[in-house]
């Protein structure tokens, strides 16, 4: 069975940063599409940034500059690294595999906090 495990949350400072990674098992992950999403308390789950098989990535426009995502698939992980993180920055991360429009996989979630 697929398993996509999220970690590196946790409690920061606005200002400080914090690195998520997602590893997943049982794929090939260059064959996947892979995300991350996004979801505080009352919202819709949102995508924050996304990187395709060949490397290209996007971004929300409110992590713009400040986030990173990255794949690596001999290590079969994908990571974020966020920056001058924001008390808005506060959701639970998901981290989503995507290889068709009706195959798809997600993360149990990781929580980030921003607060002093």
């Known amino acids: 069975q697929v398993q996509l495990v999220e970690s590196g949350g946790g409690l920061v400072q606005p200002g400080g940063s914090l690195r998520l990674s997602c590893v997943a098992s049982?794929?090939?992950?260059?064959?996947?599409?892979m995300a991350w999403y996004r979801q505080a308390p009352g919202k819709e789950r949102d995508v924050v940034a996304v990187i395709s098989r060949g490397g290209t990535t996007q971004y929300a426009d409110s992590v713009k500059g400040r986030f990173t995502i990255s794949r690596d698939n001999a290590e079969r992980t994908v990571s974020l690294q966020m920056n001058n993180l924001k008390p808005e920055d506060t959701a639970v991360y998901y981290c989503?595999?995507?290889?068709?429009?009706?195959?798809?996989?997600w993360g149990q979630g990781t929580q980030v906090t921003v607060s002093a």
């Open positions: 989503k595999a995507t290889a068709t429009s009706t195959l798809s996989f």
């Open positions: 049982r794929i090939t992950l260059s064959m996947y599409e």
